[in-house]
Protein backbone atom coordinates (compact mmCIF):
# COMPACT_ATOMS: atom_id res chain seq x y z
CA UNK A 1 0.00 0.00 0.00
CA UNK A 2 2.98 2.32 0.86
CA UNK A 3 4.75 1.22 -2.32
CA UNK A 4 2.28 2.13 -3.81
CA UNK A 5 1.47 5.21 -3.15
CA UNK A 6 5.02 6.09 -2.87
CA UNK A 7 4.56 5.18 -6.81
CA UNK A 8 1.17 7.15 -7.42
CA UNK A 9 3.29 10.36 -5.67
CA UNK A 10 6.39 9.78 -7.84
CA UNK A 11 3.86 9.55 -10.87
CA UNK A 12 2.08 12.50 -10.00
CA UNK A 13 5.19 14.69 -9.53
CA UNK A 14 6.80 13.46 -13.03
CA UNK A 15 3.61 14.33 -14.80
CA UNK A 16 3.92 17.95 -13.26
CA UNK A 17 7.82 18.14 -13.73
CA UNK A 18 6.74 16.67 -17.40
CA UNK A 19 3.89 18.90 -17.92
CA UNK A 20 5.36 22.37 -16.69
CA UNK A 21 8.39 21.63 -18.98
CA UNK A 22 6.17 20.91 -21.84
CA UNK A 23 3.84 24.12 -21.04
CA UNK A 24 7.04 25.99 -21.09
CA UNK A 25 8.67 25.06 -23.91
CA UNK A 26 5.55 25.97 -26.12
CA UNK A 27 5.19 29.77 -24.59
CA UNK A 28 8.80 29.97 -25.38
CA UNK A 29 8.23 28.84 -29.13
CA UNK A 30 4.99 31.01 -29.61
CA UNK A 31 6.54 34.01 -28.39
CA UNK A 32 6.62 36.61 -30.91
CA UNK A 33 10.33 36.94 -32.09
CA UNK A 34 11.30 40.92 -31.93
CA UNK A 35 10.86 43.13 -35.10
CA UNK A 36 13.88 44.41 -37.15
CA UNK A 37 14.20 48.04 -36.56
CA UNK A 38 13.09 50.08 -39.71
CA UNK A 39 15.38 51.16 -42.11
CA UNK A 40 16.56 54.88 -41.97
CA UNK A 41 14.93 57.12 -45.13
CA UNK A 42 17.29 57.70 -47.39
CA UNK A 43 17.46 61.59 -48.64
CA UNK A 44 15.43 62.59 -51.33
CA UNK A 45 17.01 63.23 -54.56
CA UNK A 46 17.70 66.68 -55.74
CA UNK A 47 14.78 67.23 -58.08
CA UNK A 48 16.30 67.52 -61.90
CA UNK A 49 16.30 71.23 -63.23
CA UNK A 50 14.26 71.24 -66.21
CA UNK A 51 15.88 73.39 -69.21
CA UNK A 52 15.08 74.21 -72.19
CA UNK A 53 17.20 73.74 -75.24
CA UNK A 54 18.83 77.08 -75.95
CA UNK A 55 17.58 79.67 -77.90
CA UNK A 56 19.30 79.59 -81.10
CA UNK A 57 21.27 82.73 -81.92
CA UNK A 58 18.34 84.98 -83.74
CA UNK A 59 18.77 85.86 -87.27
CA UNK A 60 20.68 89.21 -88.58
CA UNK A 61 19.08 91.15 -91.55
CA UNK A 62 21.62 93.08 -93.52
CA UNK A 63 20.33 96.39 -94.17
CA UNK A 64 23.00 97.16 -96.67
CA UNK A 65 23.00 96.33 -100.40
CA UNK A 66 19.52 94.61 -101.03
CA UNK A 67 19.20 91.32 -100.96
CA UNK A 68 22.14 90.46 -99.85
CA UNK A 69 22.89 87.38 -97.70
CA UNK A 70 23.38 88.64 -93.91
CA UNK A 71 25.67 86.54 -90.98
CA UNK A 72 24.28 83.16 -89.73
CA UNK A 73 22.51 83.61 -86.75
CA UNK A 74 22.00 80.48 -84.80
CA UNK A 75 20.54 77.60 -86.96
CA UNK A 76 19.66 79.68 -90.10
CA UNK A 77 20.43 82.67 -92.36
CA UNK A 78 19.07 86.09 -92.36
CA UNK A 79 17.00 87.00 -95.20
CA UNK A 80 18.83 89.81 -96.29
CA UNK A 81 16.55 93.30 -97.01
CA UNK A 82 16.27 96.18 -99.08
CA UNK A 83 17.90 98.99 -97.26
CA UNK A 84 16.16 102.23 -96.84
CA UNK A 85 16.97 106.00 -96.64
CA UNK A 86 16.08 109.44 -96.28
CA UNK A 87 16.16 111.80 -99.22
CA UNK A 88 19.54 111.86 -99.70
CA UNK A 89 21.15 109.73 -97.16
CA UNK A 90 22.30 105.89 -97.34
CA UNK A 91 20.83 103.37 -95.49
CA UNK A 92 22.25 102.22 -91.96
CA UNK A 93 24.47 98.59 -91.58
CA UNK A 94 22.90 95.32 -91.03
CA UNK A 95 23.22 94.09 -87.97
CA UNK A 96 25.57 91.49 -85.85
CA UNK A 97 24.24 87.82 -86.08
CA UNK A 98 22.58 86.05 -83.86
CA UNK A 99 21.42 88.27 -80.64
CA UNK A 100 19.65 90.51 -82.03
CA UNK A 101 22.50 92.89 -82.26
CA UNK A 102 23.79 96.05 -81.70
CA UNK A 103 22.30 99.06 -83.17
CA UNK A 104 23.73 99.56 -86.43
CA UNK A 105 25.50 102.84 -87.60
CA UNK A 106 23.20 105.17 -89.10
CA UNK A 107 23.10 106.30 -93.00
CA UNK A 108 24.83 109.23 -94.06
CA UNK A 109 22.75 112.60 -93.36
CA UNK A 110 20.95 113.97 -96.49
CA UNK A 111 18.55 116.05 -97.51
CA UNK A 112 18.21 117.09 -93.82
CA UNK A 113 15.54 114.50 -93.85
CA UNK A 114 18.03 111.25 -93.09
CA UNK A 115 16.39 108.51 -92.01
CA UNK A 116 19.02 107.42 -89.59
CA UNK A 117 19.69 104.35 -92.08
CA UNK A 118 17.09 102.21 -90.89
CA UNK A 119 17.25 99.38 -92.26
CA UNK A 120 13.92 97.76 -94.61
CA UNK A 121 14.77 94.02 -94.86
CA UNK A 122 12.41 91.46 -93.06
CA UNK A 123 14.43 91.26 -89.99
CA UNK A 124 13.35 87.43 -89.45
CA UNK A 125 17.04 87.65 -86.88
CA UNK A 126 18.56 90.64 -85.31
CA UNK A 127 16.18 94.10 -85.23
CA UNK A 128 16.91 96.51 -87.68
CA UNK A 129 20.25 99.00 -86.80
CA UNK A 130 18.25 102.23 -85.04
CA UNK A 131 21.01 104.57 -87.17
CA UNK A 132 22.47 107.54 -85.78
CA UNK A 133 22.66 109.30 -88.90
CA UNK A 134 20.80 112.61 -89.15
CA UNK A 135 20.48 115.21 -91.89
CA UNK A 136 22.81 117.83 -92.08
CA UNK A 137 23.13 121.10 -94.54
CA UNK A 138 22.26 120.56 -97.91
CA UNK A 139 25.12 120.86 -100.64
CA UNK A 140 24.86 121.60 -104.16
CA UNK A 141 26.27 118.05 -105.00
CA UNK A 142 23.62 116.59 -102.83
CA UNK A 143 21.14 118.51 -105.19
CA UNK A 144 23.08 117.29 -108.51
CA UNK A 145 26.52 116.54 -108.79
CA UNK A 146 26.80 119.56 -111.38
CA UNK A 147 25.38 122.22 -109.19
CA UNK A 148 27.42 125.24 -108.85
CA UNK A 149 27.09 127.44 -105.22
CA UNK A 150 27.08 130.87 -105.23
CA UNK A 151 25.69 133.36 -102.38
CA UNK A 152 23.86 129.91 -100.82
CA UNK A 153 22.15 128.92 -103.68
CA UNK A 154 22.67 126.25 -105.97
CA UNK A 155 22.46 126.58 -110.15
CA UNK A 156 22.88 123.95 -112.54
CA UNK A 157 23.42 125.21 -116.50
CA UNK A 158 21.66 123.13 -118.87
CA UNK A 159 23.02 123.06 -122.34
CA UNK A 160 20.50 120.78 -123.75
CA UNK A 161 18.06 123.52 -125.58
CA UNK A 162 14.32 123.76 -124.92
CA UNK A 163 11.28 126.14 -124.72
CA UNK A 164 10.91 128.35 -121.91
CA UNK A 165 7.85 126.31 -120.69
CA UNK A 166 9.71 122.77 -121.02
CA UNK A 167 12.78 124.50 -119.32
CA UNK A 168 10.37 125.77 -115.92
CA UNK A 169 8.81 121.87 -116.12
CA UNK A 170 12.54 120.50 -116.37
CA UNK A 171 13.76 122.65 -113.43
CA UNK A 172 10.77 122.02 -111.37
CA UNK A 173 10.90 118.27 -111.61
CA UNK A 174 15.26 118.53 -109.99
CA UNK A 175 14.33 118.30 -106.57
CA UNK A 176 12.58 121.46 -106.26
CA UNK A 177 14.63 123.90 -108.36
CA UNK A 178 12.98 126.66 -110.49
CA UNK A 179 14.18 128.60 -113.51
CA UNK A 180 16.72 130.69 -112.58
CA UNK A 181 15.70 134.32 -111.23
CA UNK A 182 18.13 136.91 -109.59
CA UNK A 183 17.54 138.65 -106.65
CA UNK A 184 17.19 142.08 -105.56
CA UNK A 185 18.11 141.95 -102.31
CA UNK A 186 20.13 145.00 -102.95
CA UNK A 187 22.22 146.67 -106.05
CA UNK A 188 25.55 145.00 -105.14
CA UNK A 189 23.44 141.47 -104.67
CA UNK A 190 21.54 141.79 -108.09
CA UNK A 191 24.76 142.25 -109.61
CA UNK A 192 26.85 139.65 -108.48
CA UNK A 193 24.01 137.00 -108.78
CA UNK A 194 23.34 138.38 -112.19
CA UNK A 195 26.85 138.28 -113.18
CA UNK A 196 27.52 134.90 -111.56
CA UNK A 197 24.69 133.50 -113.68
CA UNK A 198 26.02 135.24 -117.07
CA UNK A 199 29.32 133.71 -116.48
CA UNK A 200 27.74 130.09 -115.46
CA UNK A 201 25.86 130.24 -119.11
CA UNK A 202 29.16 130.76 -120.93
CA UNK A 203 27.49 134.04 -122.05
CA UNK A 204 25.03 132.83 -124.51
CA UNK A 205 21.83 133.40 -124.74
CA UNK A 206 19.96 131.73 -121.56
CA UNK A 207 16.22 131.52 -120.29
CA UNK A 208 15.22 133.49 -117.16
CA UNK A 209 12.57 132.83 -115.15
CA UNK A 210 10.83 135.95 -115.94
CA UNK A 211 7.53 136.67 -118.20
CA UNK A 212 4.59 139.15 -118.50
CA UNK A 213 2.61 135.75 -118.93
CA UNK A 214 1.05 136.98 -121.96
CA UNK A 215 0.14 134.09 -124.21
CA UNK A 216 2.18 133.20 -127.40
CA UNK A 217 -0.39 135.02 -130.37
CA UNK A 218 -1.64 138.05 -127.56
CA UNK A 219 -0.11 140.95 -128.19
CA UNK A 220 1.51 143.02 -125.50
CA UNK A 221 -0.32 144.68 -122.91
CA UNK A 222 2.78 146.50 -121.54
CA UNK A 223 2.54 144.25 -117.92
CA UNK A 224 5.29 143.97 -116.48
CA UNK A 225 7.65 141.32 -116.09
CA UNK A 226 8.08 139.61 -112.92
CA UNK A 227 9.67 136.79 -111.94
CA UNK A 228 8.13 133.06 -111.61
CA UNK A 229 8.84 133.37 -107.76
CA UNK A 230 7.24 136.40 -106.80
CA UNK A 231 10.68 138.20 -106.03
CA UNK A 232 11.02 141.72 -106.53
CA UNK A 233 10.77 142.86 -110.28
CA UNK A 234 14.70 143.38 -111.32
CA UNK A 235 15.96 147.05 -112.37
CA UNK A 236 15.08 148.89 -115.71
CA UNK A 237 19.00 148.87 -116.45
CA UNK A 238 18.73 145.13 -116.55
CA UNK A 239 17.41 144.96 -120.14
CA UNK A 240 18.64 145.98 -123.26
CA UNK A 241 17.67 149.42 -124.03
CA UNK A 242 13.87 149.36 -125.17
CA UNK A 243 13.71 145.78 -123.98
CA UNK A 244 11.04 143.99 -123.53
CA UNK A 245 8.94 145.07 -126.00
CA UNK A 246 6.69 142.29 -126.74
CA UNK A 247 7.74 141.94 -130.60
CA UNK A 248 5.33 140.30 -132.91
CA UNK A 249 7.21 137.82 -135.40
CA UNK A 250 6.07 134.44 -136.77
CA UNK A 251 5.40 131.60 -134.54
CA UNK A 252 6.88 128.02 -135.98
CA UNK A 253 3.67 127.43 -137.36
CA UNK A 254 2.93 130.83 -139.28
CA UNK A 255 0.88 132.30 -136.46
CA UNK A 256 1.52 135.81 -135.51
CA UNK A 257 2.76 135.82 -132.45
CA UNK A 258 4.37 138.09 -129.80
CA UNK A 259 7.26 138.02 -127.11
CA UNK A 260 6.70 137.25 -123.77
CA UNK A 261 9.61 135.12 -121.85
CA UNK A 262 13.02 137.11 -121.17
CA UNK A 263 16.45 135.17 -121.42
CA UNK A 264 20.56 136.38 -120.85
CA UNK A 265 21.77 137.66 -124.47
CA UNK A 266 24.48 136.15 -125.42
CA UNK A 267 27.68 138.38 -125.16
CA UNK A 268 25.77 141.28 -124.85
CA UNK A 269 27.37 142.80 -121.51
CA UNK A 270 25.04 140.75 -119.55
CA UNK A 271 21.72 142.55 -120.31
CA UNK A 272 18.03 140.68 -120.84
CA UNK A 273 15.58 140.85 -124.06
CA UNK A 274 12.52 138.84 -125.05
CA UNK A 275 12.00 135.94 -127.40
CA UNK A 276 8.65 133.94 -128.64
CA UNK A 277 8.39 131.55 -125.41
CA UNK A 278 8.02 128.60 -127.72
CA UNK A 279 12.20 129.55 -129.35
CA UNK A 280 15.04 127.02 -128.29
CA UNK A 281 17.34 127.90 -125.63
CA UNK A 282 19.60 126.49 -122.35
CA UNK A 283 18.65 127.58 -119.19
CA UNK A 284 19.66 127.54 -115.68
CA UNK A 285 17.85 126.27 -113.02
CA UNK A 286 18.43 127.15 -109.72
CA UNK A 287 17.67 126.10 -105.93
CA UNK A 288 17.37 128.43 -103.03
CA UNK A 289 19.34 126.45 -100.84
CA UNK A 290 22.65 124.77 -100.41
CA UNK A 291 26.20 126.43 -100.36
Not at 158 to 174: I, N, P
Not at 214 to 233: D, V
Request: hydrophobic share 35%; aromatic share 6%.
Amino acid sequence: MARSLGVALLSTALSLTFGCSFFQLEDKDLETPPKKPAAAAGTPGAAGVATMGGAGGMQSASGGTAGEVPSTGGTSTGTGGSAMAGSGGSAGEGMTAGTGGTPATGGVGGDATAAGGMSAGSAQGGMPGAGTGSGGATTCASLNAMAQAFAGHCYLLVTMTASWDAAKSACAGMNGAHLVTISDDSTDAFNAEDMFVYTLSGMKDTWLGITDGGMPTEAGSGAPYTWITGEPNPPADAWQDKEPNNYNKPCQNQQSCYEHCGYMVENADDKWNDDLCEAMKQYVCEWDMGG
